[in-house]
């Protein structure tokens, strides 16, 4: 059974800094992207980040590229997306996808919220 976890969220403020983590069992997870997405409230859910199965490539949206990061250990079975400076605009829920192919598993999600 192939199982994503998001885990990380939570409340911050505006400046702060969260890390999301993302693992996933069940798979062969050194051969998946792995993908970071958001959706907030009244919003579509929309890409933030994407990483190659190995990490030598990685992707992030223009919106978000001069704060947030993405990477991954595999070793770990693990992605993460460090968010820095963060803004109210970031609230949202996180969610993982891992993808490979026509085969893609998604996470229930993580809540970020920014918020003085």
């Known amino acids: 059974q192939v199982q994503v976890v998001e885990s990380g969220g939570g409340l911050v403020q505006p400046g702060g800094s969260l890390r999301l983590s993302c693992t996933a069992s069940?798979?062969?997870?050194?051969?998946?992207?792995m993908n970071w997405y958001r959706q907030a409230p009244g919003r579509e859910r929309e890409l933030v980040a994407s990483?190659?199965?190995?990490?030598?490539?990685?992707n992030v949206a223009d919106s978000v590229k001069e704060r947030f990061t993405i990477f991954r250990d595999n070793a770990k079975n693990a992605a993460y997306l460090q968010m820095n400076n963060l803004k109210p605009d970031d609230t949202a829920v996180y969610y993982c996808?891992?993808?490979?192919?026509?085969?893609?598993?998604w996470g229930q999600g993580t809540q970020v919220t920014v918020s003085s």
């Open positions: 069940g798979v062969t997870f050194s051969a998946y992207t």
């Open positions: 990483i190659s199965p190995s990490g030598g490539a990685t």
């Open positions: 996808k891992a993808l490979r192919g026509s085969r893609n598993y």
